[in-house]
C-alpha cells in the first residue's frame, strides 16, 4: 500500500481480555516502531524494530505488552490482560534504511478497556 | 533520559506568523524534528534540524541551537488548516544506524478567522 496500514482503527475490549494490534508498515522500509498516545499528551515510545536485530523493547511499560514483527514486515502489538490504564491510540510508524529522520505514521488503533 | 518542553496550546489569527519553542534535556542529542497532527489524524514529519541554524520548508521554518539546547517551528501566513498539535522530537542514540524518538507533549494551535 502507500502508506502505513493498521488494523483495527477501534478496538473495546473488557478489562483482562487480551487484544492484538495490526500494523502493516510501508514496502521497503526496514525500521518499524510502535508508540501510544493518551488523550492530549505525547507519543509515548514502546518498541523497535530494524530489519532482523533483537528489538529495543526498552519503552514497553509492563511485561503484559509484548510485540513481534514477521518476515521483516508486519507486526503485531499484543497486551495481555488489558486495564483501564491501556486505553489509548496505539501508533505504528515505519522508516526507511539509513540516515533519514523521518518516520511514517498510520493512522492508529484507538483502544478502550471497558 | 530525554524530557522535552514546549507549551501546551498556542492562539493566533489567520495571515500571523506564530512561533513554538521547544527546550530538552538529553543524555545526548542527534538532532530535533517536528511532527504536526491533526484531531484524529496520524503525525506528519515537519522538519529535522541536526546542526545550528534555521531550516526553511515554504511556510514553515525550524531552528536549532544546540548550545541553547532549544529550537523553535515558526509558521508564517497562518491557514485555518495549521490547527493542529505539533510535536517536537529529539533523536535518541543511533545504534546500527538507526535512532527512535522521544517527543514532547505537544503545543496545539488554534488559528482563528
Known amino acids: 500500500g502507500a502508506g502505513v496500514s493498521q488494523s483495527p482503527s477501534n478496538k473495546v475490549t473488557e478489562k483482562g481480555k487480551d487484544v492484538e494490534l495490526r500494523c502493516d508498515p510501508i514496502s521497503g522500509h526496514t525500521a518499524l516502531y510502535w508508540y501510544r498516545q493518551s488523550l492530549g499528551q505525547g507519543l509515548e515510545f514502546l518498541i523497535y524494530?530494524?530489519?532482523?536485530?533483537?528489538?529495543?523493547k526498552s519503552g514497553l511499560p509492563s511485561d503484559r505488552f509484548s510485540a513481534e514483527r514477521t518476515g521483516g514486515s508486519v507486526s503485531t502489538l499484543t497486551i495481555q490482560r488489558t486495564q483501564q490504564e491501556d486505553s489509548a491510540v496505539y501508533l505504528c510508524?515505519?522508516?526507511?534504511?539509513?540516515?533519514?529522520?523521518?518516520?511514517?505514521f498510520g493512522p492508529g488503533t484507538r483502544l478502550t478497556v471497558l | 533520559g530525554q524530557s522535552l518542553e514546549q507549551p501546551s496550546e498556542v492562539t493566533a489569527v489567520e495571515g500571523a506568523i506564530v512561533q513554538i519553542n521547544c527546550t530538552y534535556q538529553t543524555s545526548g542529542f542527534y538532532g530535533l524534528s517536528w511532527y504536526q497532527q491533526h484531531d484524529g489524524g496520524a503525525p506528519t514529519f515537519l522538519s529535522y534540524?541536526?546542526?545550528?541554524g534555521l531550516e526553511e520548508t515554504g511556510r514553515f521554518s525550524s531552528f536549532l541551537s544546540r548550545s541553547d539546547s532549544y529550537g523553535y517551528l515558526l509558521l508564517q501566513e497562518l491557514q485555518m488548516k495549521d490547527s493542529a498539535s505539533y510535536f517536537c522530537a529529539v533523536r535518541d542514540q543511533p545504534r546500527g544506524g538507526y535512532s527512535t524518538l522521544t517527543f514532547g507533549k505537544g503545543t496545539m494551535l488554534l488559528v482563528s478567522p
Open positions: 510508524a515505519s522508516s526507511f534504511a539509513g540516515v533519514s529522520n523521518e518516520q511514517f
Open positions: 534540524n541536526a546542526l545550528d
Open positions: 524494530f530494524q530489519g532482523n536485530s533483537a528489538p529495543d
